[in-house]
């Protein structure tokens, strides 16, 4: 369901340049789940913000389903990234001044979903993770795990085509990063596309495909024989 | 250590450049706006205070029913009183009077004319403690015909040389009262006072000082009291001088019955009161007064405006120190964990609010000293910022940048030292909700200041528009009016043919008195009733002047030559009619009544009524309009010449260049009617003016304090901004994110500040006579205005923070 071309990505920092990606051309079929490899600084997360539609390239070509996205704007990407992309990151990324109910409920809001509907995909998917008790709560008062469970429950609520994970497990102890592992992988058996950036050799056997990253360039791909089941 | 505080204090300073000049420039501005203002109010404050023993000095003021069932108080008291005080009351000590004159004065070939002299008794200067340079000021204004000048005037006319060689005493200046002596030098009066003169002439010069009118008042009298006596107690000594003086001179000159005078309607009628000499100039504003005076009104509008402007450019210090606090918070922590301790922390952030206090008060000074003169010119006073000749000033700036420094510093001190330091550390501090709660009452504290003043701006200039473009019943544009036309003795209806002769003049006229002017008054009796006496201002106008003035006849005509009876003759207006009981049938009932009334030699004479006009404001808008009443007669010092709309300037060349050639003797004088009317209201015009500059400037200040906080607010929430563009956020969702809880804090402060400022500024309006309605457009306005400078100051960070790439803002730390 999306593709990329020869993508390279250049940072500009007053004096320096750094080039992030260089030449990454991947394709990901829907269903799929697909976990990017590689050391610190390798260029993981640059190419999953760009697949997120988050930033976009400095050179090369990036198809979205049937979009050309290569050269659109933040406002282009916006659009297309409502209701089809679901983010989770490494460090949460609640918005503490809201509560958990408040922080599920987000993309909806902007997805203009009327009240009445968008409490019951809510409360669905509160009850699907398993912390229907935790909806007025701040964040602040959750463990990590929990945290964490919020935001895939946040993440997963539009029903995205598409979600992408950003170190998921890196915060979290072995146990709750068992858990988190576990809930992706039913997504993903329940048709959910999964992307996922981790540098855990454990996480990554959870996909069906491994891309490895090296200095901004893809050196190796292999298909999971193992599955983890 | 304290090097090591100035360091970083200042390295803060240049660390965050932007906002560090946002809030600088902020209290600069807002400090040296409050300087300029204390300038003002100190001077307004300072009128009389040069003056020895001036508590013990006081004005003699009357207050009189002049036959319309009022006290009128007027400022002005009769030439026989000052003797009379003398010798009955013990409690005098000193005792003087003046009255304003203008000369004429020839020199060789020169003429001059002086308006500012006054006539003084030989006791002016044990009163008033002028510095007298040269005579004995016990002597010098004994004589008749004696002149005492100021230096300047020493120098105008006799030159610097003269004066420093002491060749000045003794001179003579011919003058059209005389030819008077010089017995006196003054210095220059260097203080501020209502009594404002260049030269005096001594009293004994004027016959009329010795008249024994007591009911005719046309002096001032000033006395000093002997110490320890308070005024109040002299109000039994002022009516037994009433009943022995006054009542045999009401029976005599204004045929009142004798018995009808008991003391109890004496009392009620007629009283002598003692005003403090230092509460003229800020609270007088009786009949009659030497000059316009101030009111301590503006002096305290003005001070709360400079305490407003300098509480909201404290609140934007402590708000944008507050806010950024975050950022130091971390530092905070490190100290603490190498040992120090929260009281050595409050004293560095307290020394690092004085350092930027300290910076901003230097530059305060500079834009103080830069924009005095234009302030001058605004407010017609002559300020000076001069340490040196003002010792004062040094305290208030110290007095400032102390309390600043604390009021502003105090709470981000105290906020910052009580972070826990291994919270702090570990990163898990919260900016905090209370913090935010405390920051947003800051603000709408400002607004509520801002909103204030934009609505009292706007009602302030909607009076003023409507007293400016008020009709007056009369038209003053286009009118020069040439003074003394009654000196010009047989070339007078010449010249003002000769005028009428030129294309650019309309008509002329001769008459005693313009509107502006101080109009005569007089009694008058209607047949009916001739007990009462109504008092009516007048003045003597030819036949020519309802065309100059352009006013509109409601029953009856303007004087005409066809009719030679007319000398005798008397036109009035509708307040007039009103009071003469004449105003029936629609004032018809006036024409053809005859009124009594008394001539300059004070024989009674009759005149008849021959027209009724409509009200026109002969006076100032302040006060509704009285009654008048116009005779006949073409002796008055004021021709007024009605001019075709056109250059005027070049018009005036042309008259003077006649006057010059048919009238060489006398002083070529004008000024434009609407000129003068105008003049009546330049003391609002300048508060409305220095009001309005201050307002603005309030407003900006709270303007870039909102605009430091809130470009604060979006870079704290740029991770928040971030996380929702991707949940799906547009810009728009950002932008009205950001923008929603300022519109709240705005239509808060606007609520709140409404119903003051509408309560406040009813008072204001009550002071006028002729007053235009509130309305509600100010109000809405104001709410409107103060909405647009919110969003536009909040949307620039806004738009900035929404359009970001949320990748920037959700980089993993």
Redesign the interface.
Same mark, same amino acid.
């Not at chain 1, 990324?93 to 001044?97: A, G, T, V």
């Given at each position: 369901m999306i593709e990329t071309k020869k993508l390279k990505k250049v940072f500009q920092t007053d004096e320096v340049e750094t080039t992030a990606l260089n030449d990454i051309s991947v394709k990901v079929e829907k269903g799929e789940f697909v976990a990017i490899m590689g050391p610190s600084g390798c260029g993981k997360?640059t190419l999953l =913000?760009i697949l997120?539609l /988050? !930033?976009g390239p400095s050179d090369g070509a990036y198809e979205f389903g049937e979009n050309d996205v290569s050269r659109s704007n933040?406002?282009q990407r916006?659009i297309i990234?409502?209701?089809s992309i679901g983010?989770v990151?490494?460090?949460f =990324?609640?918005? !503490?001044?809201l509560t958990v109910y408040e922080n599920i409920e /987000?993309?909806l809001l902007? /997805?203009k979903i009327k009240p009445a509907d968008r409490k019951k995909m809510v409360n669905e998917v509160l009850g699907r993770m398993n912390i229907d008790h935790r909806g007025s709560h701040y964040p602040?008062q959750l463990s990590g795990g929990q945290q964490q469970r919020v935001a895939i429950a946040?993440a997963v609520v539009s029903n995205p085509d598409l979600i992408l994970a !950003?170190?998921p497990t890196g915060n979290l102890d072995s146990a709750n990063g068992e858990e988190v592992m576990s809930l992706l992988k039913e997504l993903n058996q329940a048709g959910t596309t999964i992307i996922m950036v981790t540098h855990s050799p454990h996480d990554a056997s959870y996909a069906n495909r491994i891309i490895n990253l090296f200095d901004g360039k893809v050196v190796t791909e292999k298909i999971n024989q193992e599955f983890h089941i | 250590m304290l090097k090591n505080i100035i360091k970083v204090a200042l390295r803060n300073l240049f660390k965050d450049k932007f906002y560090s000049f946002l809030n600088i420039m902020g209290l600069s501005i807002g400090i040296a706006a409050s300087f300029l203002i204390v300038l003002y109010v100190v001077d307004e404050l300072s009128y009389e205070q040069s003056f020895k023993d001036k508590e013990r000095i006081y004005r003699v003021a009357t207050a009189a029913n002049f036959g319309d069932g009022q006290l009128t108080n007027i400022a002005a008291s009769s030439a026989p009183i000052a003797e009379a005080f003398k010798n009955q009351i013990p409690e005098v000590e000193s005792i003087t009077r003046f009255q304003p004159i203008s000369l004429n004065i020839t020199q060789g070939d020169k003429f001059y004319k002086e308006d500012k002299v006054m006539f003084a008794d030989s006791t002016f200067f044990g009163v008033f403690s002028y510095d007298v340079l040269e005579g004995d000021p016990g002597n010098i204004l004994a004589e008749p015909n004696s002149l005492v000048l100021t230096r300047s005037m020493a120098i105008k006319y006799f030159g610097e040389d003269a004066l420093a060689e002491g060749k000045v005493l003794g001179e003579i200046l011919k003058t059209d009262r005389g030819a008077f002596a010089v017995t006196g030098i003054l210095d220059d009066f260097s203080g501020n006072s209502h009594i404002d003169f260049d030269m005096l002439v001594s009293m004994s010069t004027n016959p009329d000082a010795l008249n024994p009118i007591w009911i005719s008042m046309n002096y001032y009298t000033y006395l000093k009291l002997i110490p320890d006596v308070e005024p109040a107690t002299l109000t039994d000594k002022f009516r037994d001088m009433i009943i022995q003086y006054v009542v045999p001179q009401v029976v005599q000159y204004m045929s009142f019955p004798e018995t009808e005078l008991t003391p109890e309607k004496v009392d009620q009628n007629f009283k002598f009161y003692l005003q403090p000499f230092t509460d003229i100039y800020l609270t007088s504003n009786l009949y009659a007064e030497f000059s316009t005076n101030s009111n301590i009104q503006y002096v305290y509008i003005f001070s709360v405006i400079a305490i407003f402007i300098i509480v909201i450019a404290c609140i934007n210090f402590m708000n944008l120190a507050t806010a950024r606090s975050a950022k130091r918070a971390k530092e905070v922590g490190i100290r603490k964990t190498l040992g120090s301790v929260s009281s050595k922390i409050t004293l560095q952030f307290m020394m690092e609010s004085f350092i930027f206090v300290i910076i901003a008060m230097l530059i305060a000074l500079g834009l103080t000293e830069a924009f005095r003169l234009p302030f001058n010119t605004l407010s017609g006073k002559n300020l000076s910022f001069n340490i040196f000749q003002n010792p004062w000033i040094l305290y208030m700036v110290t007095g400032f940048t102390l309390v600043i420094g604390l009021l502003a510093g105090s709470y981000p001190a105290f906020y910052l030292t009580k972070f826990n330091p291994v919270e702090v550390l570990k990163g898990s501090l919260s900016s905090g909700k209370k913090n935010s709660i405390f920051r947003s009452i800051l603000v709408v504290l400002q607004f509520i200041i801002s909103i204030g003043l934009i609505i009292s701006t706007l009602l302030v200039f909607k009076q003023m528009s409507y007293i400016q473009t008020k009709s007056l019943g009369f038209e003053k544009e286009n009118v020069i009016v040439l003074k003394n036309a009654s000196r010009m003795g047989e070339m007078a209806q010449s010249f003002k043919q000769l005028l009428e002769s030129q294309s650019e003049v309309a008509k002329a006229s001769f008459t005693t008195h313009v509107p502006s002017h101080s109009y005569w008054s007089t009694a008058y009796k209607t047949q009916d009733d001739e007990a009462t006496d109504h008092i009516l201002f007048y003045g003597f106008a030819d036949f020519e002047y309802d065309e100059i003035m352009d006013f509109k006849m409601k029953q009856g005509r303007y004087f005409s030559r066809d009719f030679p009876s007319d000398s005798n003759a008397v036109i009035i207006n509708e307040v007039a009619a009103f009071t003469l009981g004449l105003s029936g049938n629609d004032c018809q009932d006036a024409i053809g009544k005859k009124l009594e009334t008394l001539n300059f030699t004070g024989e009674r004479m009759a005149v008849e009524v021959i027209g009724v006009v409509e009200d026109y404001h002969f006076k100032s808008l302040h006060i509704p309009i009285e009654g008048l009443s116009i005779r006949l007669g073409s002796f008055g010092d004021n021709l007024a010449v009605r001019v075709h709309p056109g250059n005027h300037r070049e018009t005036l060349v042309k008259f003077e260049q006649l006057w010059k050639e048919n009238i060489p003797n006398l002083p070529f004088e004008y000024s434009f009617l609407d000129e003068d009317y105008a003049q009546m209201f330049i003391k609002e015009s300048r508060m409305s003016s220095i009001f309005t500059i201050f307002s603005i400037l309030a407003i900006l200040i709270a303007c870039m304090g909102l605009f430091g906080l809130a470009a604060y607010t979006a870079e704290q929430r740029t991770k928040e901004i971030g996380i929702r563009k991707a949940m799906g956020a547009s810009s728009k969702n950002v932008v009205s994110l950001l923008t929603r809880e300022f519109t709240k804090l705005v239509i808060i402060s606007f609520v709140i500040a409404t119903p003051l400022a509408w309560y406040l500024m009813k008072q204001w309006f009550a002071a006028f006579a002729y007053r235009t309605s509130m309305g509600v457009w100010p109000f809405v306005l104001a709410g409107v205005i103060a909405l647009l400078i919110a969003w536009f100051t909040v949307s620039y960070q806004s738009i900035k923070a929404a359009i970001a790439n949320p990748v920037d803002s959700l980089r993993n730390e």
């Open positions: 997360s =913000n997120g /988050l !930033d933040e406002r916006a990234r409502k209701g983010f990151f490494q460090s =990324n609640l918005i !503490d001044e /987000l993309p902007y /997805l602040q946040r !950003d170190e | -």
